[in-house]
């Protein structure tokens, strides 16, 4: 139980860490210079820093239905993005890609069973 509580928290910390590498280190060398581009390549590095802070709000909050389910409805979205984004440009076939669709993926799961009604009956119970 103990490891798989530690691949909740690896995916949600990755995605706070991949936001990081995204706009610390991706945006400047992509966009040297500011510009409209700059702008929207830094909103998906937040994006990512938001989906792993939810879910670190999920798990540090198990009993809250809304954290779940806010957590869970971005999870599904970021997934469906990453996915569509990753087939488009072919980045799915490249690690970046392949770590960023994993890290999406397994705090889906992580979301969708905090979200369950048997997850939520057996918190309230307690």
Not at 37 to 62: C, D, E, K, Q
Not at 114 to 123: G, L, Q
Request: with cysteine.
């Amino acid at each position: 139980m103990r490891s798989w509580r530690i691949l909740d928290a690896v995916a949600a910390w990755g995605l706070v860490l991949l936001g990081c590498v995204h706009n610390f280190v991706a945006a400047p060398m992509a966009y040297p210079e500011v510009n409209e581009r700059l702008f929207w390549f830094i909103g998906a590095g937040l994006s990512l820093w938001y989906a792993g802070a939810l879910n670190l709000v999920r798990r540090a909050t198990p009993a809250s239905r809304t954290a779940s389910f806010a957590s869970l409805l971005t999870n599904l979205t970021m997934l469906a993005f990453v996915v569509a984004y990753g087939l488009y440009t072919g980045a799915i076939r490249r690690p970046e890609g392949m770590v960023l669709v994993a890290l999406v993926a397994i705090a889906t799961l992580f979301s969708a069973a905090a979200s369950s009604p048997r997850t939520n009956s057996a918190s309230s119970a307690q």
